[in-house]
């Protein structure tokens, strides 16, 4: 799950990080009586989870209340690459003397943790690892090992941290990990994590990831995700339980598990498709999933046709079949449906669809067979 | 031969008093394999079907002698049991649970390998070792016995591959669900390297899908280490980038993690590549045929 700015940051500030002042605001006037607290200059930034606001227009400096308030009229509602700004963030403005950049990110390969500091900040991270690879330091964590102010001062000084503040950046660092075991981080970048003229290391921006596996146990952090930023239809399937991704095609997808759900969208895309969204109904999937997921794959206006792709295991045919049959009928669906029933139960599963005397129904025993028609009919 | 699992296993099912643990711990035992205990805190002394349950599965070891563990309990307490299972002595532990924190598996992972134990999971469907044993919720009906070794990331994709090299007349040695998640116990290296170790096992099919690198240095592993043919098909071609495709796992970051940098991966090693499961079953078919 990805915070916004000031999430983490708060998160941040709660671990002892240094974060300048700021305030969290939904609309122009809050946001405006939020820079008089904050004092001028301060610095007027869009809170969305995606990069490039600044080129977007999305940070702006005020130095009174006028400007605040155009900036905050412009910024709040403002489109920044998809994504719609619903919340300010409100900062005071830092004086700074250099940008640097410190992260700490789970690299799964490794199956470590990753930590990450370099000089340049304040620039895209990747494009300084392909054009100056050596101006970043890369250390893992190794298991059982932990980040001590040791070890993360080497880091900084491998670097080439300004001695002036290598323990500031490093103390930076040992926080950064820590925050990262106790809150369940996947990612936790600091860029620019800068130097003010008055020599303070600060934290200017927070990029952090949660583990969405571990919600359970940080209840605060499960309350932050955005229902009103969610696609309409991902947020019906999340309020009914069910795992669906919007595509924007026109097929609508229904498979039983996430590996035969993908490969049906790309079997669909080879036989000139266009899906419209993944969903994968899960194991023993009963007919009352089934009609949850008929009705999310169906409330997308832009949905043809629907293909559904069975290999039951666990998951009975005949009971898919009940409830396809049953969601066809109580939704009084016109679209064709294109059913492929395969695994136990199949024989059961396809008489039941055969006898529903349902014309829009349309049965398939392949799974590259139901592709090809689904296409042919949506 | 097999491999992971088979005639020697002797099965103690963590979570067997609960639902999904007894409905698939008694399933197993159906099929023929050695399920010796249970373990559910605070319900030692009871029994599911004649199979004794204990409240900790040290005592599963020293009393029953199981050697095999499968994890069947809430994601909130899998890490936890898993490493009971390694405390306890288990020589292989099979974590069928979804949804445990990825920080905890990294930890219990280097766990693992200190330990020496053979690590498989979690949130994966278990393993199959056709007329031998199984251990996890794959459905045995769609495998024969047979030459041919899978190791996948899912679950139904793979009874959809099992059962058309069934249907073309062919079986299995083994069947290997690693799991769907980023950090997982045994990586398609990890069982590549058992198979070409297996008597039984004369061709590999491997099933992988959108995220992280483990297909990647897998196809270097197999140009180096690897005689026997390798198949694959990889799920995900279609999938948007930055967006969970289900399993954990399944995330195209930036730029890396994609079915096609995985599929030229493969290719640049000269493993064929199926572009659905049923080319990729019929690749196998005719491969091992020649």
Known sequence: ?378 | MSIIVGSDTKLVVSGLTGREGSFHGLRNREYGTDLVAGVTPGKGGQDVDGVPVFDEIAEAVSERGANTSMIFVPAKFAAAAIEEAIDAGIGTVIAITEGIPVLDMMRVYWRAKDAGVRLVGPNCPGVLSPGKANVGIIPAQFFDQGAIGVVSKSGTLTYQIGNELKQAGLGNSTIVGIGGDPIVGSDFIDVLTMFEDDPDTELIVMVGEIGGDAEERAAEFIADSVSKPVVAYIAGFTAPPGKQMGHAGAIISGSSGTAEAKKDALEAKDVRVGTSPTEAAQIAVETLRR
């Not at chain 1, 990805?2 to 709660?14: T, V, W």
């Not at chain 1, 709040?76 to 994504?83: A, E, K």
């Not at chain 1, 330091?137 to 491998?158: F, K, N, S, Y």
């Not at chain 1, 955005?226 to 339980?241: T, W």
């Open chain 1, 1 to 378: 799950m990805d915070l916004l700015e000031y999430q983490g940051k708060q998160l941040f500030a709660r671990h002892g990080l240094p974060v300048p002042e700021g305030r969290h605001a939904t609309t122009v006037d809050d946001a405006v009586a939020a820079a008089a607290e904050i004092g001028y200059p301060c610095v007027v930034k869009a809170q969305v989870r995606i990069g490039g606001r600044g080129k977007a227009g999305g940070i702006k400096v005020a130095k009174d209340e006028a400007e605040a308030r155009t900036h905050c009229e412009a910024i709040l509602g403002m489109d920044i690459r998809g994504f719609t700004v619903n919340d300010l963030w409100i900062e005071e403005a830092s004086e700074i003397d250099a940008e640097y950049y410190a992260s700490i990110i789970l690299d799964r390969s490794a199956k470590k943790l990753l930590a990450i500091v370099s000089r340049m900040g304040g620039m895209d991270i990747e494009e300084v690892a392909e054009s100056d690879p050596d101006a970043l330091v890369r250390r893992h964590i190794q298991p059982g090992e932990e980040m001590t102010l040791e070890l993360a001062r080497e880091i900084a000084v491998d670097a080439g941290i300004d001695d002036d503040v290598t323990d500031q950046v490093a103390e930076v660092l040992v926080k950064l990990a820590k925050i990262a075991v106790a809150e369940d981080a996947t990612l936790l970048e600091i860029n620019p994590l800068i130097v003010t003229t008055d020599r303070k290391v600060v934290v200017l921006d927070s990029k952090a990831t949660i583990d969405g596996n571990s919600l359970f146990r940080h209840p605060e952090v499960a309350e932050l995700s955005d229902a009103s930023a969610e696609d309409p239809q991902e947020a019906m399937a999340k309020e009914k339980g069910l795992t669906y991704v919007k595509l924007g095609g026109n097929i609508g997808i229904l498979g039983n598990g996430a590996g035969l759900c993908m490969s049906t969208l790309d079997v669909v895309a080879q036989a000139g498709g266009e899906p419209a969204n993944f969903l994968d109904a899960g194991g023993g999937s009963k007919a009352e999933a089934i009609i949850d997921s008929l009705e999310v794959i169906t409330s997308d206006p832009k949905v043809t046709a629907v293909l559904f792709n069975i290999f039951g295991g666990i998951t009975r045919c005949d009971e898919v079949a009940k409830g396809i049959v049953e969601a066809s009928r109580e939704m009084d669906l016109e679209i064709p449906l294109v059913v492929r029933l395969d695994g136990t139960n199949q024989e059961e599963g396809l008489a039941i669809l055969a006898e529903s005397g349902l014309d829009n129904l349309h049965q398939e025993k392949t799974m590259l067979g139901a592709a090809k028609k689904v296409v042919e009919l949506a």
